[in-house]
């Protein structure tokens, strides 16, 4: 290891945020980490990232809650969906399926970026009755809906032609520092190079196929509260987009002090202050309802 470079926390990942493989509906497999106990909070990251991501997230929220954050199809050692174009119905039916396996009956559902087009649809839908509140970080709409095809195709082409001439490495090392605020530190940095570093060339295509082919305003309203946050320096999905987002939704919306896109990775104290927060009002909501 090149000793100018930061430390990447890994030892730290796998005592405190460890992986494992559950098997779910037709032998597929889903990686997660898991951490803590109590009412449980899922995490889904974005496109160019992965479970560990969350872990300094997590690491804040584990005295409190159970916290799970899957590997989206296609990514780490999960299993890929067989649709070649998947839509968010098919990432959400494997999140039904990995809910059903892990026995979790309520939850608060996390998704960031790409993520959140994920949880949308699963709140939306198949998860109505498992969701007790959603909570969307820096969400990326998508480009499925009729007005916004053609940047979506110039989008799709550009991805995979990054991804061809790059690889997954050269992708890391060019699109890394785009996801954090103007002044990132060198540690936040690293951690989403090496997070990035680690994507599945054919998962991240499937990935691409749904940002570009779908539209997270397109598959309904969610059911739960919902609450929107991004970072006031998110380049990605900018702050005057996911508030039109929060609108759509009738969803609550703030921004997140000194982030970029990655805010789970730049200010994981402040995001993992606002899931607990939307935990503390699903449980003082339950407490409620049974006085």
Same mark, same amino acid.
């Given at each position: 290891? *090149?000793? &100018?470079?930061?430390?990447?926390? !890994?030892?730290?990942?796998?005592?405190?945020?460890?992986? #494992?493989?559950? !098997?779910?509906?037709?032998?597929?497999?889903?990686?997660?980490?898991?951490?803590?106990?109590?009412?449980?909070?899922?995490?889904?990251?974005?496109?160019?990232? @992965?479970?560990?991501?969350?872990?300094?997230?997590?690491?804040?929220?584990?005295?409190?809650?159970?916290?799970?954050?899957? *590997?989206?199809?296609?990514?780490?050692?999960?299993?890929?969906?067989?649709?070649?174009?998947? /839509?968010?119905?098919?990432?959400?039916?494997?999140?039904?399926?990995?809910?059903?396996?892990?026995?979790? *009956?309520?939850?608060?559902?996390?998704?960031?970026?790409?993520?959140?087009?994920?949880?949308?649809?699963?709140?939306?839908?198949?998860?109505?009755?498992?969701?007790? %509140?959603?909570?969307?970080?820096?969400?990326? /709409?998508?480009?499925?809906?009729? &007005?916004?095809?053609?940047?979506?195709? #110039?989008? /799709? /082409?550009? %991805?995979?032609?990054?991804?061809?001439?790059? =690889?997954?490495? @050269?992708?890391?090392?060019?699109?890394?520092?785009?996801?954090?605020?103007?002044?990132?530190?060198?540690?936040?940095?690293?951690?989403?190079?090496?997070?990035?570093?680690?994507?599945?060339?054919?998962?991240? #295509?499937?990935?691409?196929?749904?940002?570009? =082919?779908?539209?997270?305003? =397109?598959?309904?309203?969610?059911?739960?509260?919902?609450?929107?946050?991004? =970072?006031?320096?998110?380049?990605? !999905?900018?702050?005057?987009?996911?508030?039109?987002?929060?609108?759509?939704? @009738?969803?609550?919306?703030?921004?997140?002090?000194?982030?970029?896109?990655?805010?789970?990775?730049?200010?994981?104290?402040?995001?993992?202050?606002?899931?607990?927060?939307?935990? #503390?009002?699903?449980?003082?909501?339950?407490?409620?309802?049974?006085?």
């Amino acid at each position: 290891m *090149d000793m &100018a470079q930061p430390p990447i926390p !890994t030892t730290r990942l796998q005592q405190c945020f460890p992986e #494992r493989l559950v !098997t779910v509906a037709e032998g597929a497999r889903v990686a997660i980490r898991e951490c803590g106990q109590g009412p449980v909070v899922v995490l889904l990251h974005g496109i160019g990232s @992965g479970a560990a991501s969350w872990l300094h997230c997590a690491q804040r929220l584990a005295g409190d809650y159970r916290v799970i954050a899957w *590997d989206a199809p296609g990514y780490g050692r999960s299993t890929a969906l067989p649709e070649g174009q998947p /839509r968010a119905q098919h990432y959400a039916a494997r999140l039904e399926a990995l809910l059903q396996a892990l026995g979790v *009956d309520r939850c608060v559902l996390v998704g960031h970026s790409l993520g959140a087009l994920m949880a949308t649809a699963y709140a939306s839908g198949s998860g109505a009755r498992r969701v007790a %509140r959603l909570v969307l970080l820096s969400p990326a /709409r998508g480009y499925g809906a009729e &007005a916004l095809r053609e940047p979506g195709q #110039r989008v /799709r /082409r550009q %991805r995979l032609d990054s991804l061809e001439r790059l =690889g997954i490495h @050269g992708l890391a090392r060019e699109r890394a520092a785009r996801l954090l605020g103007l002044n990132p530190s060198e540690d936040a940095l690293a951690w989403v190079r090496w997070n990035m570093a680690r994507l599945n060339p054919a998962g991240y #295509r499937q990935a691409v196929a749904l940002l570009c =082919g779908d539209d997270l305003l =397109g598959n309904g309203l969610p059911t739960a509260p919902c609450e929107v946050h991004v =970072g006031e320096e998110d380049a990605i !999905t900018a702050p005057e987009d996911c508030g039109a987002i929060a609108r759509a939704l @009738g969803a609550s919306f703030s921004l997140i002090p000194g982030a970029g896109h990655a805010s789970p990775i730049e200010q994981p104290e402040v995001v993992a202050g606002r899931i607990a927060h939307a935990q #503390r009002l699903v449980l003082e909501g339950t407490a409620h309802a049974k006085a």
